[in-house]
Structure formats: C-alpha cells, structure tokens
C-alpha cells in the first residue's frame, strides 16, 4: 500500500484541516479562553505543517511511487490476503452474535488457512482445535462472555 | 510477593510466550505485549507488570535467534547485528554467536535493573516535588525526543505522534467536559479504548503484513545446543570494556523517552565500531559489535523503566503500554507509587532479576528448540494470531465495536509501516497526550493564563529549555554551515 509522499502529505494537510474545521462548534472557556478546541487545533495545525512539509519533499524527489503500486495493487496476492484478513474481522462482528464464538471463529480460521493454501483437511482440523482452545482460554479461565449463538454451551 | 505459585506460572508462562515470539520473525516485542495486554487487563497490577516485564526481557534476546540462522531479526532490536551474526553462522560459529548472544543478553540485562534500582529511587525524591509546570515540560520533551533524537525519519514520525495525540483528545474534555470527535458513537465518550487500540496497531497490522509476504516459510539452520557455551567466556573477558560500555549506553538510551532497545543496538554498534580495532571485520562476521549490541539492547528494557515509574513517561513503546494498562486499573505511575505501593516498584526489580537469571538456562532452552520453532508454519500462526487478537479486544467491554477499532487500528498500522511512518510514536501520544494537555491546562488556569509562569521554577525553565532545544536540533545543519570558514 505504498504511496507517493506527496500523496501522505496531502491527506495529512486535509486531515488537519477537518479537525480544525470539526473544533469550530466547540465552546470556549469562561472569560473566553480557549477551552476543548485548544489542543485539537494545536495538533491539526501542526499536522498540516509536517503534512506540508513532506508533500513538498515528496514533490522535490519527483516520488510516482503510486503510479506504479495502484494499477498492481489488486493483482498482489499479499493484498488480496489482507483483504481476507480485514474480512475475517469483519465476519466476526456481523456474524459472531448469531453464529456464536465457535463457529464464527472456526469459519474464520479455515478460510484464512485455506486462502494460504493448506490442505482443507488440516485447515480444519487445526481451525476446530484452535477455537476450541481459544475459546476455553477465554471463555472458561478468563470469564469473558463469548456469545454462544447456535451452539448454546 | 513474588513466590506465590500465581506470579511464578505468569513468570514460566510469559518467558516461554516472550522467547517463542521474539524467535519468530515479523512477530516484534511491541506485538506480544499488545496481545499480552488482554491478559493483564484481567491480572492484579503486580503480577501484569510482571508478566510484562518477563516477556520484553526474553523476546528482545530471542529475536537473536533468527538473525543468526536465517538472517532475519526476531525483533527489531537484533537488527543491528544481524549481517555479523548470520556471517558468523556460516562459518560455523552458530553456536558461539548464540552462546554470546545469551550471556550478554543476561549481563546486560542485570546490569540495567542494578541502575535502574539505584536510579528510579533517587529521581522519585526529586519527582515529589515536580508541579504541573514540570510535568508539562517532561511530557513535552519525551515527545519531542521521540521525534527529533529516536527517530531517523522526524517528520513522519511527528505526524505520527500528532495522530496518537489527537486520539487522545477524543472523548470527554478535561475542562467543561464537552465531547470531541465522539461523533455520537456512545463508545468513544471514554476516549479510544486503549488495549483494541494497541492490538489492532501492532498485531493486526503485523498480520497484514505477514499475510502479505511471498515467503511464508524460512530454510533453518540446525545448531548444536551443547556446545553453545563453549568459548564464550573467553570472548566476553576479551571484549569486557565493551560490555561495560554498552551496559551504560543502554541504560542511557533507555532512560530517554521513546528510544527503545533497538535504537540503544545501533548507537552501542556505531560505538563499537569508531573505538574496535577491527573495524574493516564489521558486517562481515566480527563478534564484537554482537557483545556489544546485545548487552545494550537488554540494559535498555530496564532503563526504559525508570522515567515510566518515576514520571510516568513510556522510555519505549512497550512501557508506553504499560502505562497505559496501569492507567486502565488506576494507578498511576509516579513518585507517590514509591511511597503509597512500593511493592509495585519491587515487583519491578525482582522481575527483572529472576528474568535476567532465568535467561540463560531458558535461553539455551529456547536456542536448542529454535529449529522448531522456525518451523512453525506461518500459514497456520498468522490466522491463530488473528483471532487472539479478536478475542482479545472483544473481551475488554465484551464489545464487537472494539472489534471494528482494532481492525480499524490495524489498517492505520499497516498503512502507515507502508509508507515509513513509525507507529511507535502514535503510542506515545496516546498515552502522553492527557499528561501533556492536562497539566497544560492545569497550569494555565491556575496562572490565569500566564505562559510566562512556565519557566518560573528552576527545574521547569532547565526542562522547558531542554525541550526547546530538541526542536532546534534540526536546524543544527544549517548553523553548523554558517560557522564553518569559507574555502
């Protein structure tokens, strides 16, 4: 996910200008002293200053480091796995509350492992042992409620 | 306090977890704490700390492993002397490089918690008598040095100390108590939760990045564990100065705020190679910068202790989570623990003790078990790890929306490493953001706004100038240039 610097600095500049912009409704102090936006503005102008100043570097080393990672970004396969990474936590959080811990986590497992091209039987066997493991470390010592879902133990 | 057969599992357990991922490269220390934080968020304060304490100490002389036999760092505090320790292993020298690498790992260890026992006490008398004023200066110069000393890139790593203090400022104000950056979400009034935080930045973003490597699997040396210690007392009395030096230049470099192990091993190299008398041998297989290096890197771990107990202020990432997880059970870290629970500070030292002496015998353990190890199909622990780390933020609130941060955190993460920003920095000002605004806030009002009251007590004005001169540091260069006569 590599980019141009200039590309960074650009975005940390307009990062720093919406959190200047979001600190405009807050309310000052008595005797009209800066109060909550103090430091939040600080920080944004910062920002866009250091923003700035590596948007300029980037510009002065004629970085076209995104020319080339865009167009073979979605041909990586290193990529493709972080995507299923990503899903694999967005999985849990929409699934976990029907489907419970185990089967969520065993699900996520297996496909993580066989996105990286080990043998289904194996993928399985191992994704159903870690969960179960996973799970009585803490669900069974640690207390922490993991939703039960369809299995109800 | 530390015989309970409670503190001693959390000692057996957290030094076999610390050498296990310091062994395994692309997992780092910073990450293992990360993973360990759920755990301690269920601990009493004083077995955490000693969890914590035991892992670092264990995995950042296991990172020492790999770098020798497969020419991969374990952690990035093994970096520096890698290309010497896998020259080394290819002329055989597998087992001394090892052998060398424990026993300095272990001196230079115990030599850093003999300072920092010393030391944190001493500048705890001084800290009782530290104002908001000071505190400010303090937490102003730790994230300045962060910036302008620990970092080889200042700029991005100041915008990512900006984007950590900026989630610090998320949730309920300290002054009127008004919402920022909440967005209406209930679960950020109490600020960005911490340990969601922390695992998706350095577990996640690790994850992605392993998942996205071409090489999965690593061609491992084999090594002869018995003969690890054969020679490497012989060595060490010959390189006994540099030990000695190394031990103080890691303290040092720990005792600053943000610089971590891996700095104080590349400052102890540069050392090591201006005073050697074999500098041409440097990256070619020369086992003095190895005993160099690895005695700064572990005397470091203990000096980042002391401005964390002292003052509260992280010496490296892993005690910025520290810290942070402390905050979290409500302590906080400071002179006024010294006195109202210094079983806390002697957890602490002990800790750092029984590692240091648990070091050698576990890490012949580890050195003899390493082929394994390395082994361990990363196609298998990648996803595992994925879902330690889904637990492990869904357990703190039992919330699938600290689930979203992590994942959140970990996209930052990755992003960020991507593009050569640290995300080191953004611990720091997680957790020395409310340090900072508060006591600067504090400091206003009760002067009614006199900035000039900043530097009105002595220690204020010597750390405000401190502060101010690390940011001057940059323009060194051009002054340096203006001096120099014209040829």
Same mark, same amino acid.
């Given at each position: 996910?590599?980019?141009?610097?200039?590309?960074?600095?650009?975005?940390?500049?307009?990062?720093?200008?919406?959190?200047?912009?979001?600190?405009?409704?807050?309310?000052?102090?008595?005797?009209?002293?800066?109060?909550?936006?103090?430091?939040?503005?600080?920080?944004?102008?910062?920002?866009?200053?250091?923003?700035?100043?590596?948007?300029?570097?980037?510009?002065?080393?004629?970085?076209?480091?995104?020319?080339?990672?865009?167009?073979?970004?979605?041909?990586?396969?290193?990529?493709?796995?972080?995507?299923?990474?990503?899903?694999?936590?967005? @999985?849990?959080?929409?699934?976990?509350?029907?489907?419970?811990?185990?089967?969520?986590?065993?699900?996520?497992?297996?496909?993580?492992?066989?996105?990286?091209?080990?043998?289904?039987?194996?993928?399985?066997?191992?994704?159903?042992?870690?969960?179960?493991?996973?799970?009585?470390?803490?669900?069974?010592?640690?207390?922490?409620?993991?939703?039960?879902?369809?299995?109800?133990? | 306090?530390?015989?309970?057969?409670?503190?001693?599992?959390?000692?057996?357990?957290?030094?076999?977890?610390?050498?296990?991922?310091?062994?395994?490269?692309?997992?780092?220390?910073?990450?293992?704490?990360?993973?360990?934080?759920?755990?301690?968020?269920?601990?009493?304060?004083?077995?955490?700390?000693?969890?914590?304490?035991?892992?670092?100490?264990?995995?950042?002389?296991?990172?020492?492993?790999?770098?020798?036999?497969?020419?991969?760092?374990?952690?990035?505090?093994?970096?520096?002397?890698?290309?010497?320790?896998?020259?080394?292993?290819?002329?055989?020298?597998?087992?001394?490089?090892?052998?060398?690498?424990?026993?300095?790992?272990?001196?230079?260890?115990?030599?850093?918690?003999?300072?920092?026992?010393? @030391?944190?006490?001493?500048?705890?008398?001084?800290?009782?008598?530290?104002?908001?004023?000071?505190?400010?200066?303090?937490?102003?110069?730790?994230?300045?040095?962060?910036?302008?000393?620990?970092?080889?890139?200042?700029?991005?790593?100041?915008?990512?100390?900006?984007?950590?203090?900026?989630?610090?400022?998320?949730?309920?104000?300290?002054?009127?108590?008004?919402?920022?950056?909440?967005?209406?979400?209930?679960?950020?009034?109490?600020?960005?939760?911490?340990?969601?935080?922390?695992?998706?930045?350095?577990?996640?973003?690790?994850?992605?990045?392993?998942?996205?490597?071409?090489?999965?699997?690593?061609?491992?040396?084999?090594?002869?564990?018995?003969?690890?210690?054969?020679?490497?007392?012989?060595?060490?009395?010959?390189?006994?100065?540099?030990?000695?030096?190394?031990?103080?230049?890691?303290?040092?470099?720990?005792?600053?705020?943000?610089?971590?192990?891996?700095?104080?091993?590349?400052? @102890?190299?540069?050392?090591?190679?201006?005073?050697?008398?074999?500098?041409?041998?440097?990256?070619?297989?020369?086992?003095?910068?190895?005993?160099?290096?690895?005695?700064?890197?572990?005397?470091?771990?203990?000096?980042?202790?002391?401005?964390?107990?002292?003052?509260?202020?992280?010496?490296?990432?892993?005690?910025?989570?520290?810290?942070?997880?402390?905050?979290?059970?409500?302590?906080?870290?400071?002179?006024?623990?010294?006195?109202?629970?210094?079983?806390?500070?002697? @957890?602490?030292?002990?800790?750092?003790?029984?590692?240091?002496?648990?070091?050698?015998?576990?890490?012949?353990?580890?050195?003899?078990?390493?082929?394994?190890?390395?082994?361990?199909?990363?196609?298998?622990?990648?996803?595992?790890?994925?879902?330690?780390?889904?637990?492990?933020?869904?357990?703190?609130?039992?919330?699938?929306?600290?689930?979203?941060?992590?994942?959140?955190?970990?996209?930052?993460?990755?992003?960020?490493?991507?593009?050569?920003?640290?995300?080191?920095?953004?611990?720091?000002?997680?957790?020395?953001?409310?340090?900072?605004?508060?006591?600067?806030?504090?400091?206003?009002?009760?002067?009614?706004?006199?900035?000039?009251?900043?530097?009105?007590?002595?220690?204020?004005?010597?750390?405000?100038?401190?502060?101010?001169?690390?940011?001057?540091?940059?323009?060194?260069?051009?002054?340096?240039?203006?001096?120099?006569?014209?040829?």
């Amino acid at each position: 996910m590599k980019i141009s610097d200039t590309l960074v600095g650009v975005g940390f500049v307009g990062g720093g200008a919406l959190v200047f912009a979001a600190t405009l409704t807050y309310p000052p102090m008595d005797g009209g002293h800066p109060g909550p936006a103090l430091f939040p503005r600080i920080i944004a102008t910062l920002m866009a200053g250091f923003g700035g100043l590596v948007a300029v570097r980037g510009v002065r080393a004629r970085d076209a480091t995104q020319e080339v990672a865009w167009r073979e970004l979605f041909r990586n396969p290193g990529f493709i796995n972080a995507l299923f990474v990503l899903a694999g936590g967005g @999985a849990y959080i929409t699934l976990a509350d029907w489907l419970g811990f185990l089967l969520t986590g065993t699900l996520v497992l297996f496909v993580l492992m066989w996105r990286l091209a080990v043998p289904p039987l194996r993928a399985g066997v191992v994704a159903v042992a870690l969960t179960v493991v996973v799970h009585g470390l803490f669900a069974k010592v640690l207390r922490v409620p993991l939703p039960a879902g369809l299995l109800w133990w | 306090m530390l015989a309970s057969w409670k503190v001693l599992a959390v000692i057996a357990v957290c030094s076999a977890y610390g050498l296990f991922v310091g062994a395994i490269p692309g997992l780092t220390a910073t990450m293992a704490a990360a993973l360990l934080l759920p755990f301690t968020f269920f601990m009493d304060p004083l077995p955490a700390l000693v969890a914590m304490v035991t892992m670092s100490a264990m995995a950042i002389f296991a990172g020492d492993i790999p770098a020798a036999l497969v020419r991969i760092p374990g952690t990035p505090s093994s970096a520096a002397y890698t290309d010497d320790s896998y020259a080394l292993m290819k002329q055989g020298k597998a087992e001394l490089v090892l052998g060398v690498d424990v026993v300095t790992s272990a001196i230079g260890g115990l030599f850093g918690a003999v300072v920092l026992m010393i @030391a944190a006490p001493l500048l705890a008398e001084v800290a009782l008598r530290f104002t908001s004023f000071e505190y400010f200066w303090l937490a102003a110069l730790g994230l300045s040095a962060t910036v302008m000393i620990a970092s080889t890139a200042p700029l991005k790593a100041g915008l990512a100390l900006l984007v950590g203090l900026l989630f610090s400022t998320v949730g309920v104000d300290i002054t009127l108590g008004y919402p920022r950056f909440t967005f209406g979400v209930t679960e950020l009034l109490n600020g960005v939760n911490f340990i969601p935080a922390m695992i998706g930045l350095f577990g996640v973003s690790e994850v992605l990045r392993n998942m996205g490597s071409a090489r999965l699997n690593l061609p491992v040396a084999t090594v002869r564990a018995e003969a690890i210690f054969r020679g490497v007392a012989r060595t060490l009395w010959r390189y006994k100065v540099n030990m000695a030096r190394s031990g103080v230049v890691g303290v040092f470099v720990g005792i600053l705020p943000g610089a971590g192990a891996d700095i104080a091993a590349w400052i @102890a190299y540069a050392i090591s190679r201006r005073f050697s008398r074999e500098p041409e041998k440097f990256g070619k297989g020369a086992i003095e910068p190895i005993v160099d290096a690895g005695t700064a890197n572990n005397a470091c771990l203990a000096g980042d202790w002391v401005p964390a107990l002292v003052f509260g202020i992280p010496g490296d990432s892993i005690t910025a989570i520290v810290i942070g997880v402390l905050f979290m059970k409500g302590l906080r870290p400071g002179p006024m623990v010294f006195e109202q629970q210094p079983q806390l500070i002697y @957890a602490v030292y002990i800790s750092f003790i029984i590692a240091n002496l648990l070091m050698v015998p576990l890490g012949y353990l580890a050195i003899k078990a390493s082929s394994t190890m390395l082994r361990v199909p990363r196609n298998i622990l990648m996803p595992a790890i994925l879902l330690f780390c889904i637990v492990g933020s869904f357990a703190i609130n039992n919330s699938p929306f600290d689930v979203g941060l992590m994942l959140a955190m970990g996209i930052l993460g990755y992003f960020f490493e991507a593009n050569g920003i640290p995300v080191a920095p953004i611990v720091l000002g997680m957790v020395l953001g409310p340090i900072l605004e508060q006591n600067f806030m504090v400091s206003m009002i009760k002067t009614n706004w006199d900035v000039i009251q900043f530097f009105s007590r002595p220690a204020a004005l010597i750390l405000g100038f401190l502060t101010i001169a690390t940011w001057l540091i940059p323009l060194a260069p051009i002054f340096r240039a203006r001096g120099a006569p014209a040829t």
